[in-house]
């Protein structure tokens, strides 16, 4: 699991990166938004303080919105997101 949220940190810090010009990174990318989102949504039941506070920072970024430590709450957002997303 370690490995796995590295790995999309990584890519987080890249996309925070690359976002320049009018369209969002998200905007370009929403697919690879909501995936990192599920991640980290599964994240938060880390038995891991550190984990859960990283996962929860960078879900507070996705969403523009702090949910909390509350998985069901995230999925909720992230259900929501999934609805309105483009194909």
Do not use: C, M
């Not at 890249?14 to 949504?41: F, N, T, V, W």
């Amino acid at each position: 699991l370690h490995t796995v949220l590295t790995g999309v940190l990584h890519a987080f810090r890249q996309y925070e990166g690359d976002r320049s010009g009018k369209e969002s990174g998200a905007a370009r990318h929403p697919k690879a938004r909501l995936e990192a989102a599920k991640l980290l949504i599964a994240a938060l039941k880390s038995d891991e303080a550190e984990i859960r506070e990283t996962s929860r920072h960078n879900l507070t970024r996705l969403a523009g919105k702090d949910l909390g430590n509350d998985p069901a709450a995230w999925q909720k957002w992230l259900a929501d997101q999934e609805r309105v997303a483009p194909n």
